[in-house]
């Protein structure tokens, strides 16, 4: 199994600045995935993080808006730009091992 | 297109009964597939996985049945407490290849006293 922590936990950002969320994972993993998830509703993916290669994006979701880093194979960040209160939500970072994927605990965004 | 439908949206348990979580898939290319269980404020956990060669899989008082014909598989919650309290997810994807998961709707489900 895996651990991946993420940071922050939640954070309450003004409308128009950025927020780059962190997820380190404790052993090697070959992707990478961030979700946005709504309280109460299920998992939305935003991008596949691929070590060494840009992020893959849904569709919905920009580069210019959810620029993705993914430097090492423990190692991803998030960030959410110039944001809208339509932003606020819980952003998740996954990781796969092998077939199991692990998920950090989430960082709940409000944006004011 | 939503891949992986499942039901029902909320379920009420009496304390030490049955839960039973149903979904269905449409991709025949799925060939790996989990459940996580999330608890307010956490990210989901992996509880318990199937793969298609299977129709069965048991662990503890939780059991995945699967029917591949179908393209069906459910998750049974046997002597269900009020610590299992969460929202569970059903989900699939194609093993091979790194994909990531698609993910049911999600089941809210209450265990009373």
């Known amino acids: 199994s895996a651990v991946i922590s993420q940071k922050p936990s939640r954070d309450i950002c003004q409308r128009g600045t950025s927020l780059t969320i962190q997820c380190q994972v404790d052993?090697?993993?070959?992707?990478m995935f961030w979700y946005r998830q709504q309280p109460g509703q299920s998992l939305t993916l935003i991008a596949t993080?691929?070590?060494?290669?840009?992020?893959?994006?849904e569709s919905g979701f920009v580069i210019d808006k959810f620029p993705i880093s993914r430097p090492n194979l423990t190692f991803s960040t998030l960030t959410v730009s110039n944001m809208s209160p339509e932003d606020s939500s819980i952003y998740l970072c996954?990781?796969?091992?092998?077939?199991?994927?692990?998920f950090g605990q989430g960082t709940r965004l409000t944006v004011v | 297109q939503q891949q992986v439908k499942q039901s029902p949206q909320s379920l009420i348990v009496q304390k030490g009964g049955i839960s039973i979580i149903n979904c269905a898939y449409e991709?025949?290319?799925?060939?790996?597939f989990p459940w996580y269980q999330q608890f307010p404020g956490k990210g989901p956990a992996l509880l318990i996985a199937?793969?298609?060669?299977?129709s069965e899989k048991k662990e503890g008082r939780f059991t995945i049945s699967f029917n591949k014909s179908a393209k069906q598989f459910s998750l049974h919650i046997m002597d269900s407490q009020p610590g299992d309290s969460a929202t569970y997810f059903c989900?699939?994807?194609?093993?091979?290849?790194?994909?990531?998961?698609?993910f049911g709707k999600g089941t809210r489900l209450s265990v009373i006293a």
């Open positions: 993080a691929n070590q060494g290669s840009e992020a893959t994006y």
């Open positions: 996954s990781g796969h091992m092998y077939t199991e994927a692990f």
């Open positions: 199937i793969r298609p060669d299977v």
């Open positions: 991709n025949t290319a799925f060939d790996y």
């Open positions: 989900a699939a994807s194609i093993e091979s290849g790194n994909t990531p998961l698609v």
């Open positions: 052993s090697q993993v070959t992707m």
